[in-house]
């Protein structure tokens, strides 16, 4: 069930409508019947992969909790992680590299979200953190419709303090959550979805749309992807917080990034964190990568052996990450250039200092400025192996910029929007910019409910009025549901 | 404290580490930095220091550091 769809809006009206009027202690009971309902709307085999999930999950948690934590048992404990993990990441795996070869053929609602989500918590179960014990309750965990199918991928210790209630019908949060799901669809109906035909007409075929295209293909993917998928997380996070939940926050205006490594910190947040705690620190500081650093360290000296096994993890983490998004060559050149960057950044960092010593630029509101600039353009291009169909047809369309300019023949017209379409889409754009400004310098101040319905009944206004929605459009699923 | 202020300075000088609390929170230390810290630091106290160890709330402040040390060391 896609979240810009009328079947949706209809499903969710029930479902909010009934979790106020139930006892509240059978209020989660409820969200869990939904989440079942939601996500066997998506087809009932997805729901078996994610009962697969869900039990053997469930059950590895609380043998693990069941065996004390002391030397001789150890192993025992670290098999069954290792059972669970190979089980379900090999499920994971087999799912996407099948949907490799044949696209949406077997391809599963959400299984990257729900199955790191999982996995974390029984990784974190291994580490000493509590099981949950009642079985539905997990399966809530796990199964929580609004963040299904694109995120964030939730900590167990954080998600579970709101999520089984009970939740009193607070108008505060219904305002607060109400807002921010009309936010979000207007950020998909109203931006993205307007450009996002421009994308496709412009990467379905490089040749034609070569040099000064490119430039702006990658600049329309990155406006579109980030109101798509923050679109989605406010949209997740405003029903969680009318239902009375808190869930994660998973970016932080990104685009204001000053480097790439601060740019992961601020997209994507719960994925980057996810990999983190759970693959780079692990592996990093395993003793096989302390051996390799000391290795290094002897044979090369400090400086080599203090970077060699964070750059070795770095690259591990970044390839994993790309098949993360998608079994494909695509993505692993795409994970493998970030990975890249980040070392390039890294290993450039003395230069910048020297630079910064001599010129005194740092800090300095154009220094500021530049560096936004440049990495929003780094990312832009790093991006693009994720639209090109090869990542072959990816350096091409990078080479025709410099080879085959054609400044002179560029126009925004005969790409798919038409000329409101931009107009629309551009406004919409200084919208989200200005919003993103008002509310960080707003911080943690309240709005009143009643200011909150008018800002909902001045978006509910835009999007009806400038959404691409109904007639003539096709509202797209969005962009992270793939993954 | 000496011991652990100078295996710090080691990894990354020029920081008050006697009277900085947001070591990580302010991002003075990096994944670099804490990566060295922790194989510096397992050779000097010859403890293992797990993942699930490796969180802000050891790593903000020398003091924190040498608690977690110290718990290790008694708790190997």
């Not at chain 1, 998004?325 to 970030?338: D, E, I, Q, R, S």
């Not at chain 1, 080879?403 to 790409?415: V, Y």
């Not at chain 1, 909902?456 to 929605?469: K, T």
Request: include cysteine; aromatic fraction near 16%.
């Amino acid at each position: 069930m896609n979240f810009a769809s009328y079947g949706f809006a209809a499903f969710l009206a029930v479902t909010v409508v009934l979790y106020y009027s139930v006892l509240r202690r059978f209020q989660w009971q409820l969200l869990l019947a939904a989440s079942v309902v939601f996500y066997a709307f998506s087809g009932w085999g997805n729901l078996v992969f994610i009962s697969v999930t869900v039990v053997t999950t469930y059950i590895t948690g609380v043998k693990i909790q069941g065996i004390p934590k002391t030397g001789e048992n150890k192993p025992k404990r670290r098999r069954l992680l290792i059972c669970c993990m190979v089980l379900n990441f090999g499920i994971l795996a087999v799912v996407k590299f099948l949907d490799a070869a044949a696209p949406n053929f077997v391809l599963t609602l959400g299984i990257s979200f729900y199955t790191f989500q999982t996995m974390g918590y029984i990784i974190d179960c291994y580490r000493g953190k509590e099981a949950e014990r009642r079985f539905f309750r997990f399966a809530l965990f796990a199964m929580f419709f609004p963040q299904l199918i694109q995120g964030p991928i939730s900590r167990h210790g954080d998600l579970s303090a709101t999520l089984y209630g009970p939740h009193k019908f607070n108008p505060q949060n219904f305002a607060e959550g109400a807002t921010r799901v009309l936010w979000g669809f207007f950020k998909k109906l109203v931006i993205a979805d307007r450009l996002l035909p421009a994308v496709g007409t412009l990467t379905e075929d490089p040749q034609a749309f070569g040099g000064v295209y490119v430039l702006l293909a990658i600049f329309l993917y990155a406006i579109t992807l980030y109101a798509d998928f923050t679109g989605g997380i406010d949209i997740t996070i405003g029903i969680a917080r009318g239902l009375g939940i808190r869930v994660k926050e998973n970016f932080d205006m990104p685009f204001y990034s000053k480097n790439i490594a601060e740019y992961w910190r601020r997209w994507h947040i719960t994925m980057g964190t996810w990999f983190k705690d759970y693959l780079f620190y692990p592996i990093s500081t395993s003793k096989p990568m302390l051996r390799f650093m000391k290795f290094v360290k002897r044979t090369c000296g400090d400086y080599a052996g203090r970077r060699a096994p964070v750059y070795a993890c770095t690259l591990i983490l970044w390839f994993l990450t790309g098949l993360w998004h998608g079994m494909t060559w695509n993505f692993v050149a795409w994970g493998l250039a970030n990975g890249i960057a980040i070392i390039i950044s890294q290993e450039l960092t003395p230069l910048y200092n020297r630079f910064h010593r001599r010129f005194g630029l740092k800090g300095t509101r154009g220094w500021n400025a530049f560096e936004v600039f440049r990495m929003f353009w780094i990312m832009n291009f790093i991006r693009s192996f994720d639209i090109y169909e090869g990542v072959g047809e990816t350096f091409k369309a990078w080479g025709s910029i410099v080879a085959r300019p054609n400044i002179s023949g560029f126009s925004l017209l005969g790409l798919g929007p038409d000329t409101a379409d931009y107009v629309v889409a551009a406004i919409g754009v200084a919208m989200m910019i200005l919003t993103g400004v008002v509310m960080r310098r707003m911080k943690t101040k309240e709005i009143p409910p009643f200011r909150h319905f008018a800002i909902c009944a001045g978006l509910a206004f835009v999007i009806v009025v400038f959404g691409a929605y109904g007639f003539g459009y096709d509202a797209t699923s969005f962009i992270y549901n793939q993954f | 404290m000496e011991k652990l202020i100078k295996i710090m300075d080691t990894v990354r000088s020029g920081v008050d580490y006697m009277a900085h609390t947001a070591l990580i929170d302010d991002g003075v230390l990096d994944s670099f930095d804490i990566v060295s810290l922790i194989a510096e630091l397992s050779d000097a106290y010859d403890i293992q220091i797990p993942a699930e160890e490796i969180v802000p709330e050891n790593f903000n402040s020398a003091a924190l550091l040498q608690a977690m040390i110290n718990r290790l060391a008694d708790n190997p």
